[in-house]
């Protein structure tokens, strides 16, 4: 299968986009914030281990980093917070030269052939990094984390995102970098686009090495 059938596909209305990693790239913005607390927590931390957080929600991010760790909850959710707080100061930089190459003129051909689009983000910083981007006015639905208990691979988000724009799940194209993604994609019935190498969205319908081949 290919982007082009799935685009000119008239059953395939509505297409949900994953937000950090498609969007913009945050992963370094994440990256930096993490590898600060895991400094002042004497924790280990390096680009492999960050590479595992790709589209995983920030309380299971930091399970992953803690790697067995046993910590009471309300310490980990004051970690959560503090990584929170210095995720936000990088993301006040974002701005809309931040979009990845290829996004807008992807989005721009979509709307012009009547498709609803949505996004479908674990982050519950989805919103805040919208308005950074400017484009929220390109989306019709908005579903992200804090929307949704079951974070990915379940397919919640990517459902709620669907039941946003009217569609079910059977008309709905995801587009994703995250190997969890593209797993609660399939798992929901939609049809997957990954972003990435084969190793970590591979599984997808569609791949693309990066979101400069979204025409
Ligand atoms: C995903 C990122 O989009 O959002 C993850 O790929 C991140 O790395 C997750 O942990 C949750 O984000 P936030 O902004 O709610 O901490
Ligand atoms: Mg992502």
Known sequence: ?????????????????DLDGVITDTARYHYLAWQKLADEEGLPFDEEINE??????????????????????????????????????????????????????????LKSLGKKLAIGSASRNTEFILGHLGIGSYFDGVASGSFVTRAKPAPDVFIHAAGQIGLPVSRCVVVEDAQAGVSGALEGGFRAVGIGPAERVGHGHVRLDSTELLK
């Open 52 to 109: 595992k957080l790709r589209g995983i929600s920030r309380m299971a991010s930091l399970v992953i980093i803690l790697d067995g760790r046993e910590y009471p909850e309300e310490k980990k959710g004051e970690m959560t917070d503090r990584k929170n707080r210095y995720y936000r100061d990088f993301l006040d930089q974002l701005n809309p030269d931040d979009i990845l190459p290829g996004v807008i003129p992807f989005l721009d051909r």
């Open 1 to 17: 299968m290919t982007l082009e059938q799935l685009v000119t596909d008239p059953s395939l209305e509505g297409w949900i986009f």
